[in-house]
Structures are given as structure tokens and as C-alpha cells.
């Protein structure tokens, strides 16, 4: 009889916790969110109540300060709730998130009983990431490259790559590059969907040794005693800062800098020159191209200029004399 007496106060307790007894309870659909810097992030929660009571209000709130966080003004016009009270679940919807949000947000439950409320726990941290693009500081011609979408956020939607403000083709995190001079230019990443939303852009500059060295002379045509420029010009990045010039048949370099002055050009000096450019990436020589008198010495031209002329007046003035007589 004791035992029986026993069981049915079990049973009869079970029954009105049952009743009048269910449990308080919120559960977040995830404790902990990251959302990136502007964007909207939704964070949910179902929950349940003593039936016995009747629900308020509801709210999400910061900490340990119990006020809706509609009552912030760095909140109030960027929060959202949306509730369904029948399936008893709840979004706070937080609208152009920054660093400044990276908080633990609760909900909580308040009904018309003096003292019976609730606040959910753990509650949901929220984090807040930038994007980023990580890539090397140098890059080198022919290098194979990887530039990679960064972000704190575990993020599995699909990227999109940006070169100059134009979108690329290129959907995955890592963006892969062959490291042609044509690469140069400035990149950016987003996530799908969050267009609006993308990396700082970086530099890539590809650097290169010089290319395509070549010497041109100034006068096209020279006389003896001329003063003759040999100017080298090459293709790189960055651009070359030395050069050497160098005539054929000669061991030693015979000048320095991207232009080579001859004074006073003679004889002596005709002969096959080229340049070397170099910067620290490499160096490369011109072919070499033929420096040579193609005319009479200036001076000399003007002598036989001058005879000429003398002779033509003789002549004339004899011609006059004769006619007079």
C-alpha cells in the first residue's frame, strides 16, 4: 500500500509539471554568427514559455543592460524583429553591421506575471569581417601567382574577382595568375550576392627585366666634327637605371648612362656600337648598329663653298671689263 501511495505522488507531480511546470527555454539556431562588415545579418531563436502565463513582450537585447535594443540610437534604425508567436521562434535582423556590433545579443521572453521572464542563454556573438585580398608584394614576370578572397568568416559562397573595376570569370577563392606584363593592375574580391560589398583593391605590378633594347642616333647623318648621340632605350619594370655602352672589338666598356655623347666625331671614333640596360631584375643587350662619317668635314665644305663662289664673281667681273672695252 506504502508503495502504490508513492507512485501516485510521482505521477501526480510528473502531471502538474507537465501542466503548470514547463520549462523556460530559448535556443539559438546558432550561438555564434559572422557576417561581413556592412552587410545584414539575421540571427534566430525558437523558444517555449509556462503555458499558464501570457506572453508581453518579446525583445533582443545586449549583456547584461535589460533594454530592447530598439532603445539605442546606434540600434534603432537598423533593427528588425520578425516573430511568429504561434510557432514561437524569432529573428533579429541587424542591418549594416561594422566592428563596432561584434556583441553577444539575447532574446527575451516577458509576460503580464509580475516577475515571470526569461533571457535565453548563451545568447549569439556575432562577428564582423572584412575582405581582403592576400597576394605577394613582389611579382615576377612568368611567376606563377595566387591572390586569395581573406576573410574571418567561414565563407562557402562563391566569389567574384575584379581587375580594374571589371568583373573576371574567375568564381573560386584563389584567383591564379601566369604573371604576364598584362596582369598589372589593381584586384578586388566579393562574395556572391554581397556585390556591393567588396575588398580594398591591391596593386599588382609585374616586374620584368628589360626587353626590346635598342640604340637610335642623333644626327641620322654625320659629319666630321659633328657632336653625336647615342641614346639606348629599353622596355622594363621598373625601368632600367643602368647602362653601359660598349663598341665592338673593345674589352672594356667606353661609356655609361642612357645617352653616350661623342664630342667631336672623327674617324677614329667610326665603328659598331650597342647598350646594355639593366635593372635588378636582369639585363639585355641591344644589337649593335654602325657609326660612321657619311660627310665632308663642315669647315671644309665651307672653303670649297666659298672658292666656288669667289671664282663665279672673278669670272664675272672679267666678263664686264671685256664687254666695256
Known amino acids: ?5 508513492s507512485f501516485t505522488a510521482v505521477l501526480l507531480f510528473v502531471c502538474i509539471a507537465g501542466v503548470f511546470g514547463e520549462n523556460w527555454n530559448v535556443i539559438y539556431e546558432s550561438t555564434s554568427v559572422c557576417a ?26 545586449l549583456g547584461v543592460e535589460i533594454k530592447s535594443l530598439k532603445e539605442y540610437p546606434e540600434y534603432k534604425d537598423r533593427v528588425e524583429y520578425i516573430e511568429d508567436r504561434q510557432k514561437q521562434t524569432a529573428v533579429l535582423r541587424l542591418y549594416n553591421v561594422s566592428k563596432n556590433d561584434e556583441r553577444v545579443y539575447f532574446f527575451k521572453l516577458v509576460t503580464d506575471t509580475e516577475g515571470q521572464k526569461w533571457i535565453g ?14 597576394a605577394p608584394q613582389l611579382v615576377l614576370e612568368k611567376e606563377r601567382v595566387n591572390l586569395t578572397c581573406e576573410s574571418t568568416c567561414s565563407l562557402t559562397d562563391r566569389f567574384i574577382w575584379y581587375k580594374n573595376g571589371q568583373a573576371l570569370k574567375i568564381q573560386n577563392e584563389t584567383l591564379q595568375l601566369q604573371s604576364e606584363r598584362s596582369d598589372s593592375g589593381r584586384y578586388s574580391c566579393a562574395v556572391r550576392g554581397h556585390e556591393d560589398l567588396p575588398s580594398p583593391a591591391v596593386s599588382i605590378n609585374v616586374m620584368y627585366p628589360p626587353k626590346s633594347v635598342s640604340v637610335s642616333i642623333s644626327p641620322s647623318e654625320i659629319v666630321e666634327g659633328d657632336s653625336v648621340t647615342l641614346i639606348c632605350s629599353s622596355d622594363s619594370n621598373p625601368p632600367a637605371l643602368n647602362f653601359s655602352w660598349f663598341k665592338e672589338n673593345q674589352s672594356s666598356a667606353v661609356g655609361s648612362g642612357q645617352s653616350f655623347i661623342i664630342s667631336s666625331f672623327n674617324s ?43 671664282c663665279v664673281v672673278f669670272i664675272f667681273i672679267i666678263i664686264i671689263i671685256v664687254l666695256i672695252r
Open 1 to 5: 500500500m506504502i508503495k502504490n501511495s
Open 36 to 61: 561581413l562588415n556592412g552587410s545584414t545579418v539575421n540571427m534566430s531563436c525558437s523558444y517555449t514559455y509556462p503555458q499558464q502565463y501570457k506572453l508581453a513582450d518579446t525583445f533582443w537585447m
Open 121 to 134: 542563454q548563451p545568447g549569439i556573438q556575432l562577428k564582423v569581417s572584412a575582405l581582403q585580398v592576400k
Open 268 to 310: 677614329s671614333h667610326s665603328g659598331r656600337y650597342y647598350c646594355e640596360a639593366q635593372n635588378q631584375h636582369g639585363s639585355q643587350r641591344s644589337a649593335s648598329v654602325s657609326v660612321s662619317v657619311k660627310g665632308f668635314q663642315r669647315a671644309a665644305l665651307h672653303t670649297v663653298t666659298g672658292i666656288v663662289v669667289g
